[in-house]
């Protein structure tokens, strides 16, 4: 069985990708393949700013999303794309 750490870190991950709009932001990060800052993904996704910069967090937090500034802007990068593609393809098989 693995360690209570190991199992923590994978529950993170997972309840990181429980919400339908942080897999369209990691979706949509991976698939514009460029650098894409946080209003503009609030507007592809109609939703207000600070409800997208906190589904952001919780991506970050799982390590499945990387925030950097350039200038005053807030850009988004994702993280371990394969595998997160890998997950949405598992997901799609067992659904």
Do not use: C, W
């Given at each position: 069985?693995?360690?209570?750490?190991?199992?923590?870190?994978?529950?993170?991950?997972?309840?990181?990708?429980?919400?339908?709009?942080?897999?369209?932001?990691?979706?949509?990060?991976?698939?514009?393949?460029?650098?894409?800052?946080?209003?503009?993904?609030?507007?592809?996704?109609?939703?207000?700013?600070?409800?997208?910069?906190?589904?952001?967090?919780?991506l970050?937090?799982?390590?499945?999303?990387?925030i950097?500034?350039?200038?005053?802007?807030?850009v988004?990068?994702?993280?371990?794309?394969?595998?997160?593609?890998?997950?949405?393809?598992?997901?799609?098989?067992?659904?």
């Open positions: 069985m693995p360690a209570q750490e190991e199992i923590d870190r994978v529950s993170i991950v997972f309840g990181a990708l429980s919400h339908p709009t942080r897999i369209k932001i990691l979706l949509i990060t991976g698939e514009t393949r460029k650098p894409l800052h946080i209003k503009a993904m609030a507007k592809i996704l109609k939703a207000d700013y600070a409800a997208v910069y906190r589904h952001i967090e919780v970050k937090k799982a390590n499945l999303l990387e950097y500034e350039v200038g005053r802007s807030r988004l990068s994702p993280l371990h794309l394969d595998t997160i593609n890998q997950i949405v393809r598992l997901a799609k098989e067992v659904t």
